[in-house]
């Protein structure tokens, strides 16, 4: 069984950054792809970013993020990082991450395992 830990959230500025990390363990095996979700109360969950496994390291973001946030793995520690810079108060929301083997379960939010999620609080 993997487990999988967020760790990093907190509470900042508009223009500010915050950087989130996912641990995942309890398997000899790392080769996950990994992503991350967000949601907010009342509204449905929306991929934020997600970055494949091995030394190709694909990676996709949501329109709203990209050029903003940037996922990166450290496969030696089995941590994925997300660096979230110039946020916006509409980035406020709870962020999950998840693994899983395929990337196409990743792509289609099917990941098999999930954290239980870091907030994220931007204000205005």
């Known amino acids: 069984q993997v487990q999988v830990v967020e760790s990093g959230g907190g509470s900042v500025q508009a223009g500010g950054s915050l950087t989130l990390s996912c641990a995942a363990s309890?398997?000899?095996?790392?080769?996950?792809?990994m992503t991350w979700f967000r949601q907010t109360p009342g509204k449905e969950r929306e991929g934020v970013a997600a970055?494949?496994?091995?030394?190709?390291?694909?990676?996709r973001y949501e329109d709203s993020v990209r050029g903003r946030f940037t996922v990166s793995r450290d496969d030696a520690k089995n941590i994925v990082y997300l660096q979230m810079d110039n946020l916006k108060p509409e980035d406020t929301a709870m962020y999950y991450c998840?693994?899983?083997?395929?990337?196409?379960?990743?792509?289609?939010?099917?990941?098999?395992?999930w954290g239980q999620g870091t907030q994220v609080t931007v204000s205005s």
């Open positions: 309890g398997s000899s095996d790392r080769s996950y792809c």
């Open positions: 970055i494949a496994w091995g030394t190709t390291g694909t990676t």
């Open positions: 998840a693994a899983d083997r395929t990337w196409g379960s990743i792509l289609r939010g099917a990941a098999q395992y």
